[in-house]
């Protein structure tokens, strides 16, 4: 170091000082500006990527919010739809029991009348039958009995007295 001090001259410290000046405005005329240019254009080009990044990830969670509403509403119509449905099909079975339960009642209806009518229409062949049986019987014993035309002719008043019409 001692060296460097006695040898020190005042000339070659200006040129070298001179040159150094030179070197670093050429420096940064030619090379500082388009390295801060790259690196200011790479942070720019870093900063667009994660501004993007972020709207893509805000994005994501919008669509996600949209899926889960969009999903929401259709378990929501699929919902109604089955609730819908069971209401239809118990509107459906009550009305088939109704109906099912009115023709059953029309149809005993008609066959108790229809009984009813073969009833009345069987009663009436049999008291039919046992009239004109009785008729046929009494008009048999009574030829044996009343042989004279105004025994049977008293008989037949008595008779017309004691009948009732309905």
Do not use: C, Y
Not at 114 to 133: G, T
């Amino acid at each position: 170091m001692e060296k460097l001090v006695n040898d020190f001259s005042f000339g070659l410290f200006f040129w070298q000082l001179l040159i150094l000046i030179v070197l670093a405005f050429l420096l940064w005329k030619f090379a500082w500006k388009p390295i801060l240019e790259a690196l200011s254009s790479r942070e720019e080009g870093i900063q667009d990527a994660l501004d993007s990044a972020e709207r893509a990830r805000k994005e994501m969670q919008n669509l996600q919010a949209d899926n889960e509403k969009l999903l929401q509403e259709a378990r929501a119509e699929r919902d109604s739809m089955i609730k819908e449905a069971r209401e239809i099909k118990e509107k459906m079975i009550s009305e088939a029991r109704a109906e099912a339960q009115n023709e059953g009642d029309k149809m005993i209806s008609q066959a108790k009348v229809s009984i009813k009518n073969e009833k009345n229409a069987a009663l009436a062949e049999i008291k039919n039958k046992v009239a004109a049986l009785s008729i046929q019987i009494a008009e048999k014993v009574v030829r044996h009995e009343l042989s004279s035309r105004e025994e049977q002719q008293k008989l037949v008043d008595d008779m017309l007295d004691d009948v009732t019409l309905n």
